[in-house]
Structure formats: C-alpha cells, structure tokens
Nanobody, 121 residues
Framework: QVRLVESGGGLVQAGGSLKLSCACAASTTYYIGAMGWYRQAPGKQRELVATITLDWKTNYSDSVKGRFTISRDNAKDTIYLQMNNLKPEDTAVYYC??????????????WGQGTQVTVSS
C-alpha cells in the first residue's frame, strides 16, 4: 500500500555530483515521520547515509559529512540527497527509507527498491 519511488542514480566520475529523489505514495491516508537514505555496496552490509526528521533535523554518517546534503519537501512527501565530490567508495545501491503510519496503525519502516550509484575513478 505504501510505495517509495527513488530516482536519480547513475554513473559519474570521481569528483562529480548526483541528486537522488525519493517520493512516497500510498493508496490510503498516511503520515510520514523520519525519512532517510541508506546504501549497500557489494559484499557489505547496508549502512546509514543520512536521515531527516519532519522538522528537518538531519544526521549524516561521518563518511559523507560535508559532501552530501539531505533535504525534504513535506508538501510533496519527497526527500532528496544531493551528493557532491563523489568518490569511488560511494559506489553502492542507495535505498530510501521512511517511517510511515497508515490510518489507525502504528508507524512502520518502508523501503524503496534501490537506485544504483556508480563512481568511476
């Protein structure tokens, strides 16, 4: 019933930039809490990249601080991840995450399908 649709991944050279988007939609009334981006590189566990609360408080992993910026548009139920000065070690599948509450139910975690980001050296 809840869908997170990501876009914006691709191939970029080291030092370049990409901007990811994640839009939330559902077939019924819903409420969104915190949202965030996670990534998973081949052979590694999924790790947090950045999160943002409803009132725009942000949190970043040390590896992306100063290079990535997370933002959200509450009117569009969408978050963004602006990635600058990309490095080969940023190569991964990036997943959108959102805490969503359907009417009458508690908050649950939802995940997008993932978008590939590849940074060449």
């Amino acid at each position: 019933q809840v869908r997170l649709v990501e876009s914006g991944g691709g191939l970029v050279q080291a030092g370049g930039s990409l901007k990811l988007s994640c839009a939330c939609a559902a077939s019924t009334t819903y409420y969104i809490g915190a949202m965030g981006w996670y990534r998973q590189a081949p052979g590694k566990q999924r790790e947090l990249v950045a999160t943002i609360t409803l009132d725009w408080k942000t949190n970043y992993s040390d590896s992306v601080k100063g290079r990535f910026t997370i933002s959200r548009d509450n009117a569009k139920d969408t978050i963004y991840l602006q990635m600058n000065n990309l490095k080969p070690e940023d190569t991964a599948v990036y997943y959108c995450n959102a805490a969503v509450r359907l009417s009458g139910r508690p908050y649950q975690d939802y995940w997008g399908q993932g978008t590939q980001v590849t940074v060449s050296s």
